[in-house]
T-cell receptor, first 116, second 106 residues
Framework: KAGVTQTPRYLIKTRGQQVTLSCSPI?????VSWYQQTPGQGLQFLFE???????NKGNFPGRFSGRQFSNSRSEMNVSTLELGDSALYLC???????????????FGPGTRLTVT | KDQVFQPSTVASSEGAVVEIFCNHS??????FFWYLHFPGCAPRLLVK?????QQGRYNMTYERFSSSLLILQVREADAAVYYC???????????FGKGTTLSVSS
């Protein structure tokens, strides 16, 4: 079974631009969560989608948004990029949303975003 | 505030047993999850649960608000970042610690 895939793997953008990252979950998984990883901050939860609906949202500004399609693929968008948005963005998929089942998440390798 | 705490770095020697400690402040979280992350690769779930458990060389200890990951016979190839996580108070998402970077010397 193919794992979680994320595209692109690397991205360089300039301040003020916007970016869209893509995540394809494991076949059959309907929940997709997004995380931001930065040095010293670990993995910070951005949001979770299940059946095309955002279920949960972390403490990030409105510049960070996402969506999920009917095939469970998800996209994350960051508008008006800032230098501090440089990070590794990870997505994870699971069969069911949140809660105790949230532990059965499978991560993708991430998209490394650099904002200059 | 829901938080997970773990040391930023741990150093060990090859062949030793290394312990990475974690504790949380979530009043109704009962499960711990330990992930391994090599740079450039997807984080991988090592062990999880609400009681002591073992998966190969990885042992997880369990107390109500704390857990330790024990790696037996540690190798240089085990050098990576280890994350501890637990469900948030609402039970809707995982909260991760900031990660522990393990270094292993030969």
């Amino acid at each position: 079974k193919a794992g979680v895939t994320q595209t692109p793997r690397y991205l360089i953008k300039t301040r003020g631009q916007q970016v869209t990252l893509s995540c394809s979950p494991i076949s059959g998984h309907r929940s997709v969560s997004w995380y931001q990883q930065t040095p010293g901050q670990g993995l910070q939860f951005l949001f979770e989608y299940f059946s095309e609906t955002q279920r949960n949202k972390g403490n990030f500004p409105g510049r960070f948004s996402g969506r999920q399609f009917s095939n469970s693929r998800s996209e994350m968008n960051v508008s008006t990029l800032e230098l501090g948005d440089s990070a590794l963005y990870l997505c994870a998929s699971s069969l069911a949303p949140g809660g105790e089942r949230a532990g059965e998440q499978y991560f993708g390798p991430g998209t490394r975003l650099t904002v200059t | 505030k829901d938080q997970v705490f773990q040391p930023s770095t741990v150093a060990s020697s090859e062949g030793a047993v290394v312990e990475i400690f974690c504790n949380h402040s979530v009043s109704n979280a009962y499960n711990f999850f330990w992930y391994l992350h090599f740079p450039g690769c997807a984080p991988r779930l090592l062990v999880k649960g609400s009681k002591p458990s073992q998966q190969g060389r990885y042992n997880m200890t369990y107390e109500r608000f704390s857990s330790s990951l024990l790696i037996l016979q540690v190798r240089e190839a085990d050098a990576a970042v280890y994350y501890c996580a637990c469900p948030n108070q609402a039970g809707t998402a995982l909260i991760f610690g900031k990660g522990t970077t393990l270094s292993v010397s030969s």
